[in-house]
């Protein structure tokens, strides 16, 4: 080797060494580091090649004279071609006429046609033994000793690399364990300033949290499975203000309670003239939540044209909206929920698989207010203390009212807790409220002691007690009877939102009646 070359290589050396503090950026210092090479050899080209773990590919991670296209065709089995040889076999390979070489695939097809002899030059980049990834280089022809030498050069290279690649690693690592644990402080002084959190330390719910607290600082899209009443909407709000995207928008939207044929123009917003009644332009959610996060609540209930429009948002970061064809870029995270068998729906093709498998980055699973016991008399405290707060008023519930609602089923969760408590703040005359004055209000209660007293609100002429979701499903329809049967007059007099309503209407199975009762009053 001669001096001048030598003196290049320890100069090149020591500028690759000099950039390692910038190992954050590993495919910025991996580009350095060919550029560096690229001034010490004479280099056609260059890649660095490293195994995809997501693929299980080895693809090509940095380049030097490849186009971006070529780039993107360097991908590679482990068992295909020089590059996988090398990564397997954790040894150099020399080729001194790449036009003479079998193994030579020329997967980025940078190589069709060449005027001089080019030389290739491979080497493994190991890290304790273990392969992560190959060198490999093209270039002018020099003769077999120069070739060697580029071996034992470019090793040292590899090394070097290697070195990066680990510390690229830990760094991650320990960013993501700090992530984790502010996450989990934010957590815990949201707790203690009585902002949101979970109540009850269930074994359940404790792995909620320790879930929640994995995924909220990542930009992961996550599916929240669950039944009504479970708090799907709370969790989604709790991983919305600890992530990165807490000063931003949440915009929640509830797929069910949305007619099928305004869904689209709700989610992704629409041009003046788009439909008729369109009269002005309006933003969609989706534009709505820019930077910040959408959670889409009944994602099940999504029509299949919704469902593509969506896939195309997540895949590709866009969208149009209706009666237009401009491109609208947007930074959403998702989040999304379902009381429905997804898996079930996609079987039966009512649902797209492929945009499941987008939504499932990260499935958390909220399990019912039954398979908790032991955090339901926490809860019913949580409630009580709220609801004595709001209406400035107090009751003590006596123990048998304690042990009847420790062993109610709670078929509507968490939310019919909140509505119980809510009702018996509102109803009871005295200080105390007892099993007999609840057990009216609990769908399917024991007959007995516990249903001595009537439902001071309904009770059907010589039949059970109304429960809880019968009686809020008489009130609507009551409502809407007084209102001429239209939906928002009837929230507005129920203090409901129209969107609260629709979702009611729905969840009680009313839109044959609403529409049969309105054709009535046209032809009365």
């Known amino acids: 080797m001669s001096t001048n070359t030598l003196s290049l290589e320890v100069k090149a050396l020591c500028a690759i060494s000099q950039i390692i503090d910038k190992a954050l950026d590993l495919e910025q210092s991996l580009q350095n580091v060919l550029s560096i090479l690229s001034r010490t050899m004479s280099m056609k080209r260059a890649t660095i090649t490293l195994y995809d773990q997501d693929s299980g590919n080895l693809t090509i991670n940095t380049s030097y004279g490849l186009s971006p296209e070529e780039k993107e065709r360097g991908v590679y089995q482990l068992d295909e071609g020089i590059t996988g040889m090398i990564y397997q076999s954790a040894a150099p390979y020399v080729v001194p006429d790449i036009t003479q070489e079998p193994l030579v695939l020329d997967r980025t097809e940078s190589r069709k046609i060449e005027k001089e002899k080019i030389a290739f030059v491979g080497v493994p980049i190991l890290l304790h033994g273990q392969s992560l990834g190959v ?20 090793t040292i290279v590899a090394t070097l690399i290697s070195q990066f690649i680990s510390l690229h690693e830990k760094i991650k690592t320990r960013e993501a364990d700090l992530r984790r644990e502010n996450t989990s402080l934010k957590y815990q002084i949201s707790r203690e300033q009585k902002k949101l959190y979970i109540v009850g330390k269930s074994h359940s719910m404790l792995d909620v949290e320790q879930q929640i607290s994995r995924v909220a600082p990542t930009k992961a899209t996550v599916l929240l499975l669950g039944e009504s009443g479970t708090g799907k909407t709370l969790i989604s709000r709790i991983i919305h203000e600890l992530s990165e995207r807490r000063n931003h928008p949440f915009i929640k939207v509830n797929c069910a309670a949305i007619p099928d044929n305004l869904l689209e123009a709700e989610l992704f917003g629409y041009e003046k003239g788009a439909f008729t009644g369109a009269s002005s332009t309006k933003p969609g959610k989706f534009e709505e939540a820019h930077r910040g996060t959408i959670f889409l609540d009944e994602i099940g209930e999504l029509p299949m044209g919704v469902q593509a429009k969506l896939l195309h948002v997540l895949q590709e970061k866009e969208l149009v909206r209706l009666g237009s064809n401009r491109l609208i870029h947007i930074d959403v995270r998702i989040i999304s929920a379902t009381t429905r068998d997804i898996t079930s729906l996609v079987t039966r093709g009512a649902f797209r698989e492929d945009l499941y498998y987008r939504l499932n980055v990260f499935l958390i699973r909220i399990p019912p207010l039954r398979e908790r016991k032991e955090d339901i008399v926490q809860l019913i405290r949580h409630f009580q203390n709220k609801m004595e707060q709001g209406y400035n008023r107090s009751f003590t519930l006596t123990p048998d009212a304690l042990t009847l609602l420790s062993g109610y089923n709670w078929p509507g969760n968490v939310r019919e807790m909140e509505n119980l408590m809510e009702r018996l703040v509102i109803l009871t005359d005295s200080d105390k409220v007892t099993a007999q004055f609840i057990g009216p209000f609990l769908e399917g209660a024991p007959a007995g002691p516990f249903c001595a007293f009537p439902n001071p609100e ?44 629709g979702y009611r209407i729905h969840k009680f199975a009313l839109e044959a009646m609403i529409a049969q009762k309105r054709a009535l009053l046209r032809r009365g």
């Open 458 to 501: 309904a009770t059907p002429s010589g039949g059970r007690p109304l429960s809880l979701k019968e009686t809020e499903k008489q009130e609507i329809i009551a409502a809407l009877k007084r209102n001429g049967w239209i939906q928002y007059k009837a929230a507005s007099e129920l203090r409901l939102t129209p969107r609260q309503m």
């Open 135 to 154: 060198l490999n280089v093209d270039r002018l022809f020099a003769g077999h000793i120069m070739l060697d030498e580029d071996v034992d050069f470019l």
